[in-house]
């Protein structure tokens, strides 16, 4: 499912994480669920719980990520991608740089 290169870099990260792991995301969305819960419950089994609230994942303690449209602090961030919002079912533009 994921290259090599992926897996090591996702395992690396993995070792750094506690038991918990905190992810902001603004609107959850079946597809953002599904992503998660395929990388970090099944592939590398760390335990992850989402919030919209910006003044928790300010103030928590727990590893985190923010999967949003900007950053916070100073935090991992990953931009996030509109696809994984989206609720629809439409032909997707695939571009492999």
Known sequence: MFSETIKRIIHRIIN???NMLLIYLP???PRC???FDTIFK???AV????TNDVTEFRNNSEEKINYSDSKIDNEFFIKASSFLAETDIRKQDI???
């Open 27 to 29: 609107k959850n969305a």
């Open 42 to 44: 099944y592939q590398f």
């Open 95 to 97: 571009i492999v740089v």
């Open 33 to 35: 669920q599904y992503v």
């Open 16 to 18: 750094f994480l506690k």
């Open 47 to 50: 335990e992850y719980r989402v």
